[in-house]
Protein backbone atom coordinates (compact mmCIF):
# COMPACT_ATOMS: atom_id res chain seq x y z
CA UNK A 1 0.00 0.00 0.00
CA UNK A 2 1.33 3.44 -0.83
CA UNK A 3 0.29 6.14 -1.97
CA UNK A 4 -0.49 5.65 -5.50
CA UNK A 5 -2.86 2.43 -4.71
CA UNK A 6 -4.05 5.06 -1.88
CA UNK A 7 -4.83 7.52 -4.53
CA UNK A 8 -6.74 4.84 -7.19
CA UNK A 9 -8.97 4.33 -4.24
CA UNK A 10 -9.87 7.85 -3.77
CA UNK A 11 -10.36 8.38 -7.94
CA UNK A 12 -12.96 4.91 -7.45
CA UNK A 13 -14.56 6.80 -4.49
CA UNK A 14 -15.45 9.94 -6.44
CA UNK A 15 -16.21 8.04 -9.68
CA UNK A 16 -18.89 6.13 -7.95
CA UNK A 17 -20.14 8.31 -5.95
CA UNK A 18 -20.20 11.51 -8.49
CA UNK A 19 -19.97 10.36 -11.98
CA UNK A 20 -16.88 12.50 -12.52
CA UNK A 21 -13.61 12.09 -12.76
CA UNK A 22 -11.20 13.11 -9.21
CA UNK A 23 -10.18 16.67 -9.27
CA UNK A 24 -7.80 16.34 -6.20
CA UNK A 25 -4.42 15.01 -5.41
CA UNK A 26 -3.91 13.14 -2.70
CA UNK A 27 -3.44 15.49 0.25
CA UNK A 28 -6.19 17.28 -1.41
CA UNK A 29 -8.61 14.60 -1.09
CA UNK A 30 -8.16 14.64 2.42
CA UNK A 31 -7.94 18.23 2.90
CA UNK A 32 -11.45 18.80 1.58
CA UNK A 33 -12.97 15.43 2.90
CA UNK A 34 -11.27 14.49 5.85
CA UNK A 35 -10.32 17.95 7.27
CA UNK A 36 -12.75 16.55 11.04
CA UNK A 37 -11.01 12.88 10.79
CA UNK A 38 -8.79 11.53 13.97
CA UNK A 39 -6.08 9.85 11.98
CA UNK A 40 -2.80 8.89 12.70
CA UNK A 41 0.24 11.13 13.27
CA UNK A 42 3.89 10.62 12.00
CA UNK A 43 6.47 9.13 14.89
CA UNK A 44 9.97 8.34 15.36
CA UNK A 45 10.67 4.58 15.80
CA UNK A 46 13.21 4.70 18.86
CA UNK A 47 15.21 1.90 17.49
CA UNK A 48 15.26 2.50 13.88
CA UNK A 49 14.97 5.97 13.97
CA UNK A 50 12.58 5.85 11.26
CA UNK A 51 9.40 7.28 10.77
CA UNK A 52 6.40 5.31 12.02
CA UNK A 53 2.75 6.15 12.13
CA UNK A 54 0.50 6.06 16.04
CA UNK A 55 -3.03 6.58 17.16
CA UNK A 56 -2.17 8.48 20.24
CA UNK A 57 1.08 10.42 19.88
CA UNK A 58 1.16 11.93 23.70
CA UNK A 59 3.53 9.24 24.57
CA UNK A 60 7.57 9.63 23.91
CA UNK A 61 9.04 6.11 22.71
CA UNK A 62 7.60 4.70 20.27
CA UNK A 63 8.19 0.96 18.13
CA UNK A 64 7.15 -0.13 15.31
CA UNK A 65 4.94 -3.22 15.41
CA UNK A 66 6.06 -4.88 12.57
CA UNK A 67 9.74 -3.98 13.98
CA UNK A 68 8.80 -5.48 17.43
CA UNK A 69 7.32 -9.07 16.23
CA UNK A 70 10.66 -9.52 13.75
CA UNK A 71 12.93 -9.14 16.99
CA UNK A 72 10.81 -11.66 18.60
CA UNK A 73 8.84 -9.51 20.96
CA UNK A 74 11.54 -9.61 23.61
CA UNK A 75 12.48 -6.40 25.26
CA UNK A 76 13.72 -8.04 28.57
CA UNK A 77 16.65 -6.63 30.50
CA UNK A 78 19.14 -8.06 32.71
CA UNK A 79 17.34 -7.34 36.25
CA UNK A 80 18.61 -4.52 38.66
CA UNK A 81 18.01 -4.13 42.20
CA UNK A 82 14.99 -1.68 43.09
CA UNK A 83 15.50 0.22 46.16
CA UNK A 84 12.16 3.13 46.47
CA UNK A 85 9.11 3.76 43.99
CA UNK A 86 11.40 6.31 42.10
CA UNK A 87 13.55 3.44 40.99
CA UNK A 88 10.67 1.76 39.74
CA UNK A 89 9.50 4.75 37.88
CA UNK A 90 12.84 5.58 36.37
CA UNK A 91 12.83 2.34 35.17
CA UNK A 92 9.13 2.36 33.83
CA UNK A 93 9.83 4.96 31.86
CA UNK A 94 12.87 3.74 30.11
CA UNK A 95 10.64 0.21 28.84
CA UNK A 96 7.77 2.42 27.91
CA UNK A 97 7.55 2.03 24.78
CA UNK A 98 4.15 2.43 22.69
CA UNK A 99 3.48 0.27 19.65
CA UNK A 100 3.11 1.99 16.01
CA UNK A 101 1.49 0.90 13.02
CA UNK A 102 -0.26 -2.72 15.25
CA UNK A 103 -2.11 -4.65 12.35
CA UNK A 104 -3.38 -8.06 12.48
CA UNK A 105 -4.77 -10.58 10.23
CA UNK A 106 -4.22 -7.36 7.73
CA UNK A 107 -2.44 -6.64 4.03
CA UNK A 108 -1.29 -3.73 2.52
CA UNK A 109 -1.71 -1.50 5.31
CA UNK A 110 0.16 2.37 5.44
CA UNK A 111 0.21 5.03 7.75
CA UNK A 112 -2.53 3.22 10.15
CA UNK A 113 -3.07 1.77 13.32
CA UNK A 114 -4.98 -0.37 15.04
CA UNK A 115 -6.37 -2.26 12.00
CA UNK A 116 -7.47 -6.05 12.05
CA UNK A 117 -8.98 -8.25 9.51
CA UNK A 118 -8.62 -5.72 6.95
CA UNK A 119 -6.88 -4.63 3.42
CA UNK A 120 -5.61 -1.95 1.27
CA UNK A 121 -6.20 0.37 4.88
CA UNK A 122 -4.62 4.13 4.73
CA UNK A 123 -3.78 6.44 7.01
CA UNK A 124 -6.94 4.85 9.49
CA UNK A 125 -7.54 4.01 13.10
CA UNK A 126 -9.33 1.19 14.48
CA UNK A 127 -10.46 -0.76 11.24
CA UNK A 128 -11.99 -3.82 11.03
CA UNK A 129 -13.04 -6.28 8.12
CA UNK A 130 -12.93 -3.48 5.41
CA UNK A 131 -10.74 -2.97 1.73
CA UNK A 132 -9.60 -0.63 0.46
CA UNK A 133 -10.53 2.24 2.99
CA UNK A 134 -8.36 5.95 3.38
CA UNK A 135 -8.39 8.46 6.05
CA UNK A 136 -11.19 6.51 8.66
CA UNK A 137 -11.79 5.19 12.11
CA UNK A 138 -13.89 3.34 14.44
CA UNK A 139 -15.56 1.89 11.49
CA UNK A 140 -16.10 -2.18 10.14
CA UNK A 141 -17.56 -4.15 6.84
CA UNK A 142 -16.52 -0.92 4.61
CA UNK A 143 -14.77 -1.05 1.26
CA UNK A 144 -14.19 1.68 -1.15
CA UNK A 145 -14.28 4.40 1.31
CA UNK A 146 -13.40 7.34 3.07
CA UNK A 147 -13.51 9.86 6.13
CA UNK A 148 -15.55 6.80 7.50
CA UNK A 149 -16.72 7.41 11.57
CA UNK A 150 -18.03 5.03 13.76
CA UNK A 151 -20.09 3.46 10.86
CA UNK A 152 -20.45 -0.30 9.46
CA UNK A 153 -21.41 -1.63 6.13
CA UNK A 154 -20.54 1.41 4.06
CA UNK A 155 -19.75 0.91 0.01
CA UNK A 156 -18.46 3.39 -2.26
CA UNK A 157 -19.05 6.12 0.40
CA UNK A 158 -17.56 9.30 1.50
CA UNK A 159 -18.24 11.26 5.13
CA UNK A 160 -20.50 9.53 7.00
CA UNK A 161 -20.72 8.86 10.55
CA UNK A 162 -22.66 6.91 13.16
CA UNK A 163 -24.39 4.76 10.08
CA UNK A 164 -25.01 1.32 8.58
CA UNK A 165 -25.49 0.22 5.17
CA UNK A 166 -24.91 2.69 3.41
CA UNK A 167 -23.78 2.66 -0.43
CA UNK A 168 -22.53 5.41 -3.13
CA UNK A 169 -23.37 8.15 -1.11
CA UNK A 170 -21.28 11.28 0.05
CA UNK A 171 -21.83 13.08 3.91
CA UNK A 172 -24.67 10.56 5.74
CA UNK A 173 -24.95 11.32 9.32
CA UNK A 174 -26.73 8.90 11.95
CA UNK A 175 -28.66 7.12 9.23
CA UNK A 176 -29.33 3.70 7.87
CA UNK A 177 -30.05 2.01 4.61
CA UNK A 178 -28.86 4.93 2.70
CA UNK A 179 -28.30 4.79 -1.41
CA UNK A 180 -27.14 7.10 -4.20
CA UNK A 181 -27.65 9.89 -1.48
CA UNK A 182 -26.10 12.97 -0.31
CA UNK A 183 -26.49 14.98 2.73
CA UNK A 184 -28.73 12.78 4.35
CA UNK A 185 -29.43 13.55 8.45
CA UNK A 186 -31.04 11.07 11.34
CA UNK A 187 -33.05 9.03 8.14
CA UNK A 188 -33.70 5.31 6.82
CA UNK A 189 -34.51 3.55 3.93
CA UNK A 190 -33.68 6.47 1.40
CA UNK A 191 -32.68 6.24 -1.96
CA UNK A 192 -31.87 9.22 -4.75
CA UNK A 193 -32.63 11.86 -2.07
CA UNK A 194 -30.65 14.85 -1.00
CA UNK A 195 -30.60 17.51 1.60
CA UNK A 196 -33.05 15.49 3.45
CA UNK A 197 -33.63 15.05 7.47
CA UNK A 198 -35.93 12.86 9.71
CA UNK A 199 -37.25 11.33 7.19
CA UNK A 200 -37.62 7.12 6.42
CA UNK A 201 -38.90 5.32 2.92
CA UNK A 202 -38.44 7.39 0.27
CA UNK A 203 -36.86 8.34 -3.10
CA UNK A 204 -36.47 11.09 -5.17
CA UNK A 205 -36.92 13.95 -2.26
CA UNK A 206 -34.89 17.33 -1.79
CA UNK A 207 -34.74 18.80 1.48
CA UNK A 208 -37.89 16.61 2.59
CA UNK A 209 -39.65 17.42 -0.62
CA UNK A 210 -41.11 14.65 -3.24
CA UNK A 211 -40.11 15.60 -6.85
CA UNK A 212 -40.40 13.41 -9.95
CA UNK A 213 -37.31 11.68 -10.97
CA UNK A 214 -36.33 13.65 -14.21
CA UNK A 215 -36.62 16.88 -11.85
CA UNK A 216 -34.56 15.41 -9.00
CA UNK A 217 -31.88 13.94 -11.76
CA UNK A 218 -31.13 17.46 -12.86
CA UNK A 219 -30.65 18.86 -9.83
CA UNK A 220 -27.88 16.27 -8.45
CA UNK A 221 -26.09 16.29 -11.43
CA UNK A 222 -25.90 20.00 -10.70
CA UNK A 223 -25.39 19.65 -6.60
CA UNK A 224 -22.00 16.55 -7.41
CA UNK A 225 -20.50 19.60 -10.09
CA UNK A 226 -20.89 21.72 -7.24
CA UNK A 227 -19.24 19.25 -4.37
CA UNK A 228 -16.48 18.79 -6.50
CA UNK A 229 -15.46 22.50 -7.90
CA UNK A 230 -15.80 24.16 -4.25
Given at each position: ???N??????????????????P??????????????R????????????????????????????G????G?????P??????????????Q?V??????????S?????????????N??Q?????????V????????????????????????????????????????W????????????????????F????????????????E?????????L????????
Amino acid sequence: MDDNIAKQIADTIIGQIFGLQNPYSLDQFKDKFAFDIRTTSEVIDSVTGKPTWVQNASGNKFLNFQGIIERGNDMMRPTQPINSIEDIMRIWQEVNYTAAERTINSLNVAKSDAIYGSQNIYQCIDIHDSKNVLFSETSLFCEYSAAIQRSNTCIYSLRVDDSNKVTKSFQVSWSGNITNSMFIKDSKNLSDCMFCSQIMDKRFCIGNMQFEEAEYRKWEKLVKQWILSN
